[in-house]
């Protein structure tokens, strides 16, 4: 959204340094802002500010996502990965939305199956995808269109019918 004002502002779209509601055009309304906030970016950037990211505030760090809190949650993890963020939080005294936060940012981890899994695959896990696929395409190649009726597939399933 700020970048999209910003350069509404260089190429002199707004008038005199007023919002238009017309920037919001397209843009879902999650992600639309006050008038008041749109209008202080803007004089903002007529002034000549090029950096669009919020400067620092005052205050407390974040210390949640710590690497004290990350070994804590770890631990916890590898006892059972079916632990929900409730279980974890209570085990470690950490807040759960903490927890996710680590969870999700820093380990990179989703909830799939009632298990935290990593996000990305291993590599012995690619390789068994590219040794089904292969497997498929030979059998397709032998059998056609008998094959491919046999095969059901869903969101994340592949059911082969027969043998």
């Keep these: 959204m700020r970048k999209s004002m910003k350069m509404g502002v260089t190429l002199g779209k707004p008038r005199k340094g007023k919002a238009s509601p ?23 950037v ?14 407390r760090p974040v ?9 804590k949650v770890l631990v916890s993890l590898s006892d059972d990965r079916r632990k929900t963020c409730e279980e974890i939080s ?20 989703k909830k799939k199956f009632s298990k ?9 896990q690619k390789e068994s995808r590219v040794n089904f696929c292969r497997n498929f395409l030979r059998r397709f190649q032998t059998e056609q269109n008998d ?12 059911v082969f019918l027969g043998s």
């Design 22 to 44: 017309a920037w919001s055009v397209g843009v879902p309304s999650p992600l639309l802002s006050n008038y008041e906030t749109v209008r202080k970016w803007v004089k903002a």
């Design 46 to 59: 007529s002034e000549g500010r090029d950096d669009m990211e919020d400067e620092p505030r005052p205050g």
């Design 63 to 71: 210390t949640a996502c710590g690497d004290a809190n990350i070994s």
């Design 90 to 109: 209570t085990e470690t005294s950490m807040p759960r939305t903490s927890v996710f936060r680590v969870l999700t940012n820093k380990l990179n981890k």
């Design 116 to 124: 935290w899994v990593p996000h990305l695959l291993t590599d012995e």
């Design 147 to 158: 094959f491919l009726g046999r095969i059901i597939t869903g969101d994340e399933t592949c």
